[in-house]
């Protein structure tokens, strides 16, 4: 099956500091890529939409300057999260979109934990 | 806009029993998902329902789509305590390939 890799799984860091996420498409290629976050007890929400090669799509209310999304190549997408402060801390997900017309579906990453002290 | 809603958000029920949990939408979608977390880990891919009177079946869980009536449903046959996690269902916004997430249902299966 396809599999999605985030790296790292855990990061600590101090407020005003950038933090990088990776996500990788480890079997298969994504042109379209997808980030979400998942604060504690709750759903999950979608952040943006990545494509290989183009601007990242932004949903209503994430700030595309704080989230910057690059998707360089068609297994990698990075969200790196710009002067982080601990209101960014949160369960960060990515997931990769595959499968033949009609039958597309999304592979979810393990997700990142961020904690901004 | 798009809203999924689940029902119950909490579900508290003794093994051997059987459950219902609700996946209603707000607007026409024709995938919808269904997805388990446990705690402090990842989703993991249950049923991906991709047309109207669409059932699927994997051991104890059972799970149908009304395009319709845009509504889902994830039923639980003699539950074990295995099953306690979280569970989500997602809506494909028709076109966009973006899912949007219902608000979970939080099951505690007692032994």
């Known amino acids: 099956g396809a599999v999605v890799s985030q790296h790292p799984s855990w990061v600590i860091c101090k407020s005003g500091t950038s933090v990088k996420i990776e996500c990788r498409s480890l079997?298969?290629?994504?042109?379209?890529m997808f980030w979400y976050r998942q604060f504690p007890k709750q759903s999950l929400m979608l952040m943006a939409t990545s494509n290989e090669g183009s601007k990242a799509t932004y949903e209503q209310g994430v700030e595309k300057d704080k989230f910057l999304i690059n998707h360089a190549s068609l297994t990698l997408s990075t969200l790196t999260v710009t002067s982080a402060h601990p209101e960014d801390s949160s369960f960060y997900i990515c997931s990769a979109r595959a499968g033949g017309t009609g039958q597309e579906t999304q592979y979810f990453g393990p997700g990142t934990r961020l904690l901004v002290l | 806009e798009l809203k999924v809603e689940q029902n119950p958000l909490f579900l508290s029920m003794q093994e051997g029993k059987n459950y219902t949990i609700y996946c209603n939408y707000s607007t026409t979608s024709d995938r919808l998902y269904w997805y388990r977390q446990d705690p402090g880990k990842s989703l993991e891919s249950l049923f991906v329902?991709?047309?109207?009177?669409a059932v699927k079946q994997e051991g104890r869980l059972m799970a149908s789509l009304d395009t319709k009536a845009r509504l889902s449903t994830l039923h639980i046959t003699a539950a074990v305590h295995d099953l306690s996690a979280t569970y989500f269902c997602?809506?494909?916004?028709?076109?966009?390939?973006?899912?949007?997430f219902g608000t979970g249902t939080r099951l505690k299966v007692l032994a």
């Open positions: 079997d298969f290629q994504a042109t379209t």
């Open positions: 329902l991709l047309s109207n009177g």
């Open positions: 997602a809506v494909d916004f028709s076109g966009t390939y973006k899912y949007i």
